[in-house]
Every structure is written in structure tokens, then in C-alpha cells.
């Protein structure tokens, strides 16, 4: 009898269930009370109907809010493989110059809040005042200039250049598996180079490729920030912004609740739909890592890759902060250059008479840092049970930690709305529930990063402690902490600068007293004060570098972009 109690007892054991039941509050509840209230009648808890998905799908408004999704998610996810693909063959296959720089300015588009980009072209390709169609009209004298923002190319644009990363980082990272002896032997047959990119090294990272498209696709139908800022002024409904207004007055969460449904249908169809295609057709690499990886010689083409790579790194980074930082320290930003038009005072509004600012500022930092602690307890706790097997059904809790990696942050925010806003919890608006939210959204991050460090942990030192008698708890606090406390730091970092520029979850959730930069943020779009927005803007970009600065020197300079 004795055995069994000790058994059940195992700090293990105890650990797991623990684990599970957080995993399940933050991710099934979630979930399974965004299905209940869609089914559920206004104002008659315990009473159910389809009327919410009939009123959700049965306006032509909301409708086309989908089908303008839907177009603009292939469009963005196809404009970034077109983009990308050659920039991470350059980088990865080839003996391009400057590599590292065109790196670097990946990362710094990786970090670049979307919501702030398309600030940027606003200011940049707005139809009479922005900047390029200025110069444009100066240069060639014509009565406007060609770019207009506010239309469903801007705004493919504008969401697509600050996805770029995630095609990149998909594409670099199966180019650099790929051995060039299998293009070597298509040269030695007769190929040419480009012909034997197309048809030799390309057809190999066909999965990733589809992978990214994917990633690209469904950040694309979620994303409310640039939707806000491009597509609301541009009377383009999507459905972001049909979501959004759900939520104005008067509240129709179930009606938002039937509507957001589909999309995690969608994502759930999209991957079940890749592993199919993949199985279909193999795609094996005859090389392993050991296989030979020469660059190719392009050249003098290699300063046209350069120069192509520049090019696109350039509007996305170059150009909008040039212009962020020419608004920002403007009296009037349209007046344009001159000593009469520089100013601190859109500081000054923001940090000293800004009351709201001040506090969003400790919102954002506090609940960041709380969600990342918490993210990254619970993925060293789990990923260490799993890479140990040391409880049993190691499935589910690995699905349950990457679960919120398929479930769109729109959806996520309404479900953890549904659960936790109403009575008796009561959480709606505090911030307990944006931390919680945080947490989920992320969550994803931190167990990948951290289960890739602890099985490239050895194991001999945790036994030597069992041997001497130490518990489980001690192995993971005395021993495995500390041997990977840099990249439990990196875990942390990824998490923190992640949830201090997230939006969606802050736009549905906050309430008066827990606002956070990126609603602040929003806040000053509704009044069009883009001198404040942009002076904001760099202070959000100047602290997100300066901890991605801080992730470097600790975790390496590939941190932010390392795919495990």
C-alpha cells in the first residue's frame, strides 16, 4: 500500500497535474467558453440558439469583412515568399556581401511593431501629404503623386513588409540544411546556377515554404493594427475590424464569439491540410548536417542581390524611422525640415502632461514581465517532464503548450474574454486577465525555446543529484536552472519584448486603469496627433532594442530569429 501512496505522491506526478490543470484554464477554458457563448442567448444564461451565428453571417457587411480577409492573407503570405525567399537564398546559398547587415535589418523589421509601420506610411505614402508623393509631385511637377496608402495594395504592403521576417527566418533556416553537392551535381550535368536553384535547391525547402505561407497567412486575417490604421480610413471591412466594432456599443460578444470561430477553424484546416500535402510527397535532404555547403558564386550578381536585399530592408526600416523621427521632433510634421519646425514638446505632452502615458508605460512593463516570468516557469516545468518522460500522456501537455501557436490572437483574446470577464470572476479590464492573455498568447515561444535547451542538456549531472538523494524539484532548481539560466534569460526576453508590443489582447481587454502603450497608441491614431504617435512610437522602439540589445549580449545575436 505504502509503494502506491509514494507513487502517487511523486513530485512528478504532483507536477504534472499541476501543469495540466494551468495549461487547461489558460488554453481549453478558454476555448470551450468562446463555443458556449456563441451558442448562448443574449441576456438568458442557460439558454441556447444558432441566432448568433445567423446574425454573424447572415449581413453582407460581414461577409465581405471575410472574403477581404481571406484575399488579403493570400496576398500578403504570396508577396512575402516573392520577397523573402530571394533575400534568405542570397543570404544562405550564396557569396553575397553584407549578410550580416542585411541580418540585422531583418531583426530590426522583426521588432518594428506592424501597428507602427503602418504609421510610418502613413506619413510616407498618405495621398496628398505623405512624403514620397511630395517629393514625386517636386520632382516631376505633376498635380499628385502615384502612392495612396489607403487602398487594398497599401495596405498588402504594409502588413506584408513587417511579415517578411517570418518568411525569411522559415526559408533561411531550411536553405542552410540543404548541402550543395546535389547542386553540384546538377552543375556537372549542365544546369546553369539559377536553374538549378529553381529546380534543385528550391523544390527541397518546399515544406518550409508552406509553413511560412501559412504563419503569413493567418497573422495576416488577424492582424487589427495595421487594419486600424490603413483599412479603417480606406472603408476596407475586415474581419479585425468587424470584431473590434463588436465589441464598441453595444457589447455583442456572442455575436464576436460566432463570428471568430471560423478563423480557428481555418488555421486548424490549414495545417491538417499541410501535413497531408507533405505526406503526399516526400521531401527528404540526402545530406545531413554534414553534407558540404559551398556558396555560390554569383559574381558581379552578388551586388544585385546586395542591392535587392537593401531595397526591401530599406522600406521596411530606412524610411519609416527617418520619417518617425522627423514627426516626432516636429512642430507640424507636413511643414517638413527646418530649425523653426524642431521641437521636444511631443516629448514632453507624452511624459510629463500625459498622465495616461505614464502609467500605460508601468502597465506594459509590469504585465510583460509578469507574463514572461510566468510563461517561463510553466515551459521549464513542462518541457522538462517531456524531454525526461517522466509522467505519462507527454502528448498532451506539448499540445496544449503549443496549442495557442494555431489559435489567432483575436480569437484567443475573445475566448479568454468569454471565460474570465463575466461573473463571478469579473476579471474584464484588469490585469490580471491582459497578464493571463500574455501568457497564453506567448506561451508558444517560451516551451520551444526552452524544450530545445533542455535536450541539449546532458542528463548525467540530474542523475548524480538523484543518486545523493536530491528530489526532482532540486534537480530542476539546483541543476538545470542554473546550467541554462542564459537561455531561460533568452526565453524571458523573447516574451517580454513580444507581449509589450501586443495589441490584440490589449485591445480587447484593458479597461480604464490598465491600458498599455500599444492601446495608448491607438488612443492618439483616433485623434490623428501623429506627432505624438510618432515621438511615442520611438519610444517603444528605442526600449524594444535596447532589451533586444540586452538579449544579444546574453543569448547570442540570433536570439530573436533563432528557429528551433
Not at 233 to 241: D, E, G, K, S
Not at 385 to 410: D, M, N, W, Y
Request: with cysteine.
Amino acid at each position: 500500500m505504502m509503494p502506491r501512496l509514494r507513487q502517487a505522491w511523486d513530485p512528478a506526478r504532483l507536477l504534472w497535474l499541476a501543469l495540466a490543470g494551468i495549461l487547461a484554464l489558460l488554453v481549453i477554458l478558454p476555448l470551450a467558453q468562446l463555443l458556449l457563448i456563441s451558442l448562448e442567448m443574449p441576456g438568458h444564461a442557460g439558454s441556447y440558439t444558432l441566432a448568433n451565428y445567423v446574425r454573424a453571417f447572415s449581413r453582407e457587411r460581414y461577409l465581405i469583412g471575410f472574403k477581404n480577409s481571406f484575399i488579403l492573407g493570400a496576398s500578403v503570405a504570396t508577396f512575402c515568399l516573392l520577397l523573402a525567399v530571394p533575400m534568405a537564398w542570397a543570404v544562405a546559398r550564396t557569396n553575397m556581401p553584407g549578410k550580416q547587415l542585411v541580418r540585422i535589418m531583418v531583426l530590426l523589421t522583426f521588432i518594428t511593431p506592424p501597428f507602427l509601420g503602418a504609421t510610418s506610411w502613413v506619413l510616407l505614402a498618405s495621398p496628398n501629404a505623405g512624403w514620397l508623393n511630395r517629393f514625386i509631385v517636386w520632382i516631376a511637377g505633376t498635380d499628385s503623386g502615384p502612392f495612396n496608402i489607403y487602398s487594398f495594395p497599401g495596405l498588402v504592403f504594409v502588413i506584408g513588409i513587417y511579415s517578411i521576417p517570418y518568411s525569411f527566418v522559415f526559408a533561411t533556416a531550411a536553405l542552410e540544411l540543404v548541402s550543395s553537392e546535389m547542386e553540384e551535381a546538377a552543375n556537372i550535368l549542365g544546369a546553369g546556377r539559377f536553374i538549378t536553384t529553381f529546380r534543385v535547391t528550391l523544390p527541397l525547402i518546399t515544406p518550409a515554404m508552406l509553413g511560412a505561407w501559412i504563419i503569413t497567412f493567418l497573422e495576416a486575417i488577424s492582424i487589427i493594427g495595421s487594419s486600424v490604421i490603413v483599412a479603417l480610413p480606406a472603408r476596407i471591412n475586415l474581419v479585425p475590424l468587424q470584431l473590434w466594432q463588436f465589441f464598441g456599443y453595444p457589447l455583442q460578444v456572442e455575436v464576436a464569439a460566432a463570428y471568430s470561430l471560423p478563423l480557428l477553424l481555418l488555421t486548424v484546416a490549414m495545417f491538417w491540410l499541410q501535413r497531408r500535402l507533405l505526406n503526399r510527397k516526400g521531401y527528404v535532404a540526402l545530406t545531413g548536417k554534414g553534407g558540404a555547403r559551398q556558396p555560390m558564386d554569383l559574381g558581379r550578381g552578388r551586388w544585385i542581390a546586395l542591392a535587392f536585399c537593401l531595397f526591401v530592408v530599406t522600406l521596411a526600416v530606412v524610411l519609416p524611422y527617418l520619417v518617425l523621427g522627423q514627426a516626432a521632433f516636429s512642430t507640424a510634421w507636413a511643414r517638413g525640415f527646418g530649425g523653426d519646425n524642431l521641437t521636444l514638446e511631443n516629448f514632453r505632452q507624452l511624459l510629463i502632461r500625459q498622465s495616461h502615458l505614464k502609467q500605460s508605460i508601468i502597465n506594459t512593463f509590469t504585465y510583460s514581465a509578469a507574463a514572461a516570468t510566468i510563461a517561463g516557469i510553466l515551459a521549464l516545468a513542462t518541457g522538462y517532464l517531456i524531454e525526461r518522460q517522466l509522467v505519462p500522456l507527454r502528448g498532451l501537455l506539448s499540445t496544449l503548450c503549443l496549442a495557442p501557436f494555431v489559435i489567432p490572437g483575436l480569437v484567443l483574446a475573445i475566448g479568454f474574454y468569454a471565460a474570465y470577464a463575466p461573473p463571478p470572476l469579473l476579471l474584464g479590464g484588469t490585469a490580471t486577465i491582459l497578464i493571463l492573455a500574455f501568457t497564453t498568447r506567448f506561451l508558444p515561444i517560451a516551451f520551444t525555446n526552452a524544450t530545445a535547451a533542455i535536450r541539449g542538456l546532458n542528463p548525467e549531472m540530474e542523475d548524480a543529484v538523484r543518486i545523493l538523494g536530491g528530489g526532482r524539484f532540486t534537480v530542476l532548481g539546483r541543476v538545470v536552472a542554473p546550467i541554462l539560466k542564459r537561455n531561460i534569460a533568452a526565453v524571458w526576453l523573447l516574451v517580454f519584448i513580444a507581449s509589450s508590443r501586443e495589441v490584440s489582447s490589449a485591445l480587447f481587454l484593458y479597461g480604464p486603469a490598465t491600458r498599455t502603450m500599444s492601446v495608448m497608441f491607438f488612443d492618439l491614431t483616433e485623434g490623428a496627433q501623429f506627432e505624438q504617435l510618432a515621438a511615442l512610437g520611438l519610444i517603444m522602439a528605442v526600449t524594444t532594442i535596447a532589451f533586444v540589445g540586452i538579449g544579444q549580449a546574453i543569448a547570442g545575436r540570433d536570439f530573436m530569429l533563432r528557429r528551433n
